[in-house]
């Protein structure tokens, strides 16, 4: 999730834990052991492209960190912010809460999760939850900030803190009760219109949970298609794309282009383009693919260009849309169910 989301999120775990006895620190130190995971992007200047695709969301991320480093941080505290009334466990309990909550929200959207690192480098994630959802983020902290207002004694400041947390949790859970919900119209579709297909992932438009967005795979292509939970006809129209996974053979053999392979969980098609080979990552969909046929672009796709001494050279581009106030109106429309209303 966004930094903002986690600072929130780390901030109200701090304050449930340590809130009535030190006060707004408590919340102050949820919000930095929110934050502690993702500095592994610190690390991004001395990597290439693939060693950043594989490095974020492992070691930091990991069940391992958080027991690892939680009592670490837990023990520094304690010593040099503790007073009387807290104690070490506390403390170490805030860190670990802090640091396990921001992995298993991470693991909620589409990128993936190293979890089990350093067993296995697979990116778990369920693909419930879009990276930035205000819809999660903003009835959370707007609960967090009137009860951090509050004297820490009052009670109205802990179950306001609670709602907060129960509101945000009870979305994550409907989050998943939707994504059902689309799979099921999802699959329907297919066998209706004889399409046989190997697996498929299906994830949520930006900042809902009501436009849903499926990536199919076959033999040979992956088809693409949306659904609003809001839509009043569940016929889900497709639009196919070719693998064209053939190209790669173009390139030299390398291990750093089978772990960029192995980040897309299979989910990629190739393009050729003069020299280079494109990977389109299709883990992250083509989110305005909903205005209709050849409208959608790829979130991310990756350039990888051969050198002449037989390597590769590997570049990640993403698609930095910026929405018209036209295009936020249809857009709005379609996530509620207008289909009438999409952009042709």
């Excluded at 990128?111 to 350093?118: A, C, D, E, H, S």
């Excluded at 296995?120 to 903003?138: E, I, K, R, S």
């Excluded at 098609?269 to 205005?291: A, K, Y």
Aim: hydrophobic share 40%.
């Amino acid at each position: 999730m966004d930094s903002l989301t986690q600072v929130v999120l780390g901030a109200s775990v701090g304050e449930a834990v340590l809130g009535k006895k030190i006060g707004i620190k408590a919340a102050i130190f949820g919000a930095i052991a929110g934050t502690i995971p993702d500095l592994d992007t610190l690390a991004s200047p001395f990597l290439d492209t693939v060693g950043e695709l594989t490095f974020h969301r492992s070691v930091t991320h990991s069940f391992l960190f958080c027991f690892l480093a939680a009592p670490i941080f837990g023990y520094l505290c304690h010593k040099i912010f503790g007073k009387q009334k807290d104690t070490f466990k506390e403390w170490t309990l805030l860190f670990f809460l802090g640091f396990i909550t921001h992995s298993l929200l991470d693991t909620c959207t589409t990128w993936g999760t190293q979890l089990m690192w350093p067993f296995t480098p697979y990116g778990f994630a369920t693909y419930t939850v879009f990276v930035v959802d205000p819809h999660y983020t903003l009835p959370f902290m707007v609960l967090l900030i009137i009860a951090l207002c509050k004297p820490k004694d009052s009670k109205i400041r802990q179950q306001l803190n609670y709602i907060g947390l129960g509101i945000s949790t009870a979305y994550l859970l409907l989050g998943f009760v939707l994504q059902n919900k689309a799979n099921n119209v999802f699959e329907t579709n297919l066998k209706e219109q004889g399409i046989t297909y190997q697996n498929y992932i299906t994830k949520p438009t930006p900042l809902n949970i009501w436009l849903w967005a499926t990536s199919v795979q076959t033999d040979s292509s992956y088809y693409t298609g949306f659904y609003s939970v809001f839509d009043q006809d569940k016929k889900v129209t497709f639009s196919v794309t070719p693998k064209n996974h053939q190209l790669l053979d173009k390139l030299p053999p390398s291990t750093k282009t089978d772990k960029l392979l192995y980040v897309t969980k299979g989910f990629y098609t190739v393009e050729n383009h003069g020299n280079s080979i494109w990977i389109n990552d299709l883990r992250f969909g083509t989110f305005d693919g909903w205005q209709g046929k050849g409208k959608g672009r790829t979130v991310f796709v990756y350039h990888l260009t051969p050198q002449k001494d037989g390597s590769i050279d590997y570049e990640q581009k993403s698609y930095r849309f910026k929405p018209s106030k036209e295009y936020m109106v249809a857009y709005l429309k379609r996530v509620f169910g207008h289909k009438e209303n999409v952009v042709l």
